[in-house]
């Protein structure tokens, strides 16, 4: 009896240590997706937690790689993309850099509910999901500006010469969209005149916006592109005395902020799960103050500090396609290359 009991004994201590090594070689966490983001330089940890929130509230688990901008995003991308591994989504792309990832083929289709959505985000089609938007507009500091440019014309004026940050249109979205706002409130016969006349004027034109917005707020320049919603951050962070906002009054152009899903992804429903997510009211309810833009959703109360933001007075972004063929782009950069870096 003894012995029979010893046996037992010895049996269930090496099926106990067997099952405890096979344990330790089971992934503790899996991964159902993975995706590349930009960082929001206003709110750098937001996008993380939000990771971190839907994991914990589903059974998804998500695999992230930050970039400063989505044009950084897209070089590695698509330099790296035969030896990286799968990525699923992109997630911070904005209307303007939206073409260059379709015409390398990165992206696909993706088919959404689209009736909670406000009408004017819903231009990028089926290839681009729209979680915020914002319009272009012009941050000044009122401690040593007192009296702001409030069209494209007075901002062609003299008297600002070296006084206002922009963006290189090459290598930054919000460069390439004051590019694109130009034709659309000039034409193609009069976007090259408003280049020339502001060129003096033009402190820096820089492709990176963490950099170029340092110098605005260590009073450089007084006047920075921006979206104009930034203003409501400085209003809770700083001072609503101190920062203002302005859209230029030849009319506005839309900026869409939102997702793509990556071309070699396939169908993933865990994916589908995370992008109703964003588009949840919980997560819309966060954009305005986290990601400093309006949400999408057509039933998202406003916080009132919002109602500082200046909107346009009339939207031009139409005046041009959603999609300019790439033809035009690079001839439209060719031309601002030849004003701006002779």
Partial sequence: MIRIVQICILFILIFSSCSQDHSDNIPTEKVNFTIYYTRNFLNMDFLENTFL???NDS??????????DSWNLLQYYHTQRDSSETVNLFLGIDNFILPEFEELGLIQSYDFDTSNFLENTLNGGKSFFPIAYSYLGFIYNAEFLDDPPLTFGAMQDGIWKDRIILFDPRMNSLGRGLLLWSLAAFGENGYGHFWRSIKNNVFSSSTDFDEAYSLFLAKEAPLVLALSTTLC????????NTYRSIIPSEGGFLYLWGAVVVEESGNSE???????????????TKIPLNLWMYPVRK??????????????????????????????????LNKWKRIMLK
């Fill in 53 to 55: 929130e839907f994991s």
């Fill in 59 to 68: 059974n998804c688990r998500i695999k992230s790689r930050s970039f400063s």
């Fill in 270 to 284: 865990s994916l589908s799960l995370f992008l109703e997510y964003l588009h949840s009211v919980n997560f819309q």
């Fill in 299 to 332: 039933d998202i109360p406003l916080p009132e500090i919002y109602s500082i933001c200046p909107r346009p007075a009339k939207d031009i972004s139409n005046n041009l396609p959603f999609r300019n063929n790439n033809f035009n782009t690079k001839r439209w």
């Fill in 233 to 240: 951050y400085h209003a809770i962070h700083n001072s609503i």
